[in-house]
């Protein structure tokens, strides 16, 4: 297989990027982090999920003439990998224990000749003696240790056999290592540079913020009948739903195949082989959902899974954000839903209290204690998760989770708090939210007979509100300071001097009810691009997959096949154009798809030119999108008010600016980014999109070029 030249230059890397990975700019931190491994510097690389992690190895191993050797974690993401890189023309392998004696010795014999570029192995195979060996005899430019996040105790899935990986370090002094991850708090990313014996890591953290992520809190009253509500609307769609115990996965997944969904169970009761099958089933689209516990999950490599539905409540904000990162890999819109009751809590406090040492359950307790905030609370969901990574948020309001979305209704709490610190007062001894709420309640339970309280003033005060809304209630009074809460392991409710000073009506209390939000928020299909030739281009895309054997994201991603469908590309030089679509994909798939795109055409002669949002530019709907950006709507928050996609609420608000309607284009576009829009403009003409997109690269979006665009049309007028 052919190689690159092994210049260092910016152009040079520029070149490879296009020609293999088919993108022509790098995206945030990476450029950065590539830089340093060149430089054979030490790295700790925090990225989200989806920010391009592996091209910071993949791409210094094309630029240099020895071999790079990746730690991971999982034989499925491996081969994945592999797979992936082979599509895209770059000579790797991987080694482990599936691998037949015959082809680990070809993999070895072509390590030694130097003919490979990358190597995949686990952490159990890299520190052996016998394969360290191996390796001392070759030219090993790069270390590259996935998932690092295991290494650390205090991560999320620590892996013991991580902590001998120290040894490659001692065994390969001057060679470079670069350890990734996608979730890791301060205290994790010290930890792993010290368990590694990283030398002065370059420490690249990127933003914890993933855009196209909604994340919605619900609260879980029949489950079942809420997770087939959301699939049903959803059909087409791969996800996954997490569960506490085997039990509820098995139960789930049959209730789901029983009601027409076609679902696989996965946790660490199923055979190897039959969780390897699963796994390969999703990610070859056989199989849409999968139900499964935290077994599931860490390294798949599957980018166009849409939704992530958490049906128990997760132990800790760091486990719930790596398993909802595992959602819109591909950038694009997805769903992470969770259904939360207070009773779920119960589930959690038997794992922590399993645990064996002291200190280890406090902490958990503490962990709980956060998520549990963040489901019951109010403020932007976003904003706490990346609190929670040392992130601070810089805008006012995400515009993608539930509550910002659709804010809580506020009201005057004033005699609610009043009614709750008055139970409290009368208990003569401190008792949890629950029990609380029961009392308030009037509920005829054995343990309130018994403590006498009964007959207390307070009891049954509060029939008129239901058990939830009062656990709600006295959540949010502890979150403001209203109540306080004592106790690790059984947290209980007590008075302070705030809730003093409201008894005695000198403090007014503000609190907040929840709203349902609709399920479905991303954009109608078929809005901004042709939906016919989408689904004919997938179907295409199946095809070959099955005949090459390969998962189909690994062909084109839906982003990918999405952009074919808006531009209709008519030669191979506006294919290479397209974002994914590098010299080798070009050349084994391209004359496939440009045919198939012919025909679509010329069977639909309405399809003869890229779509500008159809219907979606009728006069009634521009005026719906004009009423709602004069409320001060956000083009993000219209395209979700009004279930369109952002590209097709670009066009109408495009229209109206050439319309002649005086909305400023500072709102829309930033001034730096306006100066060189207006520039490219100027070098390339305003009539071809795809063309301004491709000369300014991903850091300006279509609908940036078309406001700016539009202005610039209206001011020559």
């Known amino acids: 297989m052919e190689r690159p030249p092994d210049a260092l230059e910016r152009r040079d890397a520029c070149r490879v990027l296009k020609r293999y990975f088919g993108y022509t700019s790098f995206l945030p931190h990476q450029e950065e982090i590539i830089r340093a491994v060149l430089e054979g510097r030490d790295v700790l690389a925090v990225i989200a999920t989806g920010g391009g992690k592996s091209l910071c190895y993949q791409l210094p191993a094309l630029l240099q003439d020895g071999l790079t050797v990746v730690v991971s974690p999982l034989i499925a993401l491996m081969k994945d990998q592999v797979d992936g890189l082979r599509e895209c023309g770059v000579a790797a392998a991987h080694l482990n224990s599936t691998l037949a004696f015959e082809e680990r010795v070809r993999i070895e014999e072509d390590l030694r000749r130097g003919t490979l570029n990358i190597l995949y192995v686990s952490p159990e195979k890299v520190v052996q003696p016998g394969f360290r060996q191996l390796l001392q005899g070759l030219k090993i430019d790069l270390v590259a240790i996935d998932e690092a996040h295991c290494i650390s105790q205090w991560g999320h899935e620590f892996r013991p056999e991580y902590r001998q990986l120290a040894l490659l370090k001692r065994t390969f002094p001057k060679t470079p290592v670069i350890a990734l991850t996608a979730t890791a708090t301060p205290a994790v990313r010290r930890d792993i540079c010290e368990q590694l014996h990283l030398d002065s890591p370059v420490m690249c953290v990127g933003s914890f913020l993933r855009r196209n992520l909604h994340y919605r809190v619900v609260p879980k009253s029949s489950a ?122 119960a589930k959690v406090q038997y794992f922590i209290e399993k645990k064996s040492s002291e200190a280890e359950k406090r902490v958990a307790r503490r962990k709980m204690a956060e998520m549990i905030e963040f489901c019951e609370s109010g403020s932007c969901r976003v904003r706490m998760l990346l609190r929670y990574f040392g992130e601070e948020l810089s805008s006012e309001s995400c515009g993608t989770c539930d509550n910002c979305l659709e804010p809580r209704r506020t009201f005057d709490g004033t005699e609610i708090a009043r009614t709750v610190i008055a139970c409290v007062s009368q208990f003569g001894a401190p008792f949890g939210a629950g029990y609380l709420a029961d009392v308030l309640r009037g509920a005829k339970s054995a343990k309130i007979r018994e403590r006498g309280h009964t007959t207390i003033p307070a009891y049954g005060s509060g029939r008129w509100r239901t058990r939830n809304q009062w656990t709600d209630y006295i959540g949010e009074l502890v979150r403001k300071g209203y109540l306080s809460v004592e106790g690790d392991r059984y947290p209980v409710i007590v008075l302070n001097a705030q809730s003093r000073a409201v008894a005695e009506g000198r403090m007014e209390v503000v609190l907040s009810e929840r709203r349902e939000v609709p399920a479905a928020h991303r954009g109608s299909a078929g809005e901004g691009y042709d939906a016919a030739l989408f689904a004919c281009l997938k179907d295409l895309r199946s095809d070959l997959s099955r005949e090459e054997g390969v998962a ?120 730096a980014k306006q100066e060189a829009i207006r520039d490219a403009i100027a070098r390339c003409g305003p009539g071809n999109l795809r063309l301004l997109k491709s000369h300014l690269g991903d850091r300006y979006s279509y609908n940036e070029i078309r406001f700016v665009r539009a202005w610039m049309a209206v001011r020559a007028q």
């Open 224 to 345: 079942y009948a809420q997770i087939v509500g959301y699939l049903a609307k959803h059909r087409a769609d791969s996800g996954i739903i997490y569960c506490t115990s085997k039990k509820t996965v098995g139960d789930l997944a049959q209730k789901l195949n029983r009601d027409g969904f076609l679902a696989q169970p996965y946790h660490a009761g199923l055979d190897a082989r039959v969780r390897s099958r699963t796994q390969e089933r999703f990610i070859r689209d056989s199989v849409r959902i999968i139900v499964a516990t935290v077994a599931f999950g860490m390294g798949i490599d599957k980018p166009d899974v849409r939704f992530v539905i958490h049906y128990d409540l997760p132990q800790t904000l760091e486990q719930y954000y790596q398993e909802t990162g595992r959602a819109g890999r591909d950038g694009e819109k997805s769903d992470c839903m969770l259904l939360y009751s207070r009773g779920d809590r």
């Open 552 to 671: 189909p994201f690994m062909i084109f991603s839906d982003a990918t096949l999405r952009e074919m469908a808006a531009v209709l590309p008519r030669t191979r030089e506006d294919l290479l154009a397209i974002r994914g679509i590098g010299a080798h994909k070009l050349r084994n798939y391209g004359d496939a798809f440009l045919a198939a795109i012919v025909e679509h055409r010329d069977a639909r002669p309405e399809a003869s030119a890229p779509l500008q949002g159809g219907t979606a530019l009728a006069p009634d709907s521009i005026a719906t999108t004009l009423a709602l950006y004069r409320r001060g709507y956000t083009v993000r928050e219209i395209a979700y008010a009004r279930e369109m996609a952002e590209e097709t609420v670009g066009a109408q608000i495009e229209a109206i600016i050439m319309g002649g309607e005086a909305i400023s284009l500072d709102d829309l576009v930033m001034h």
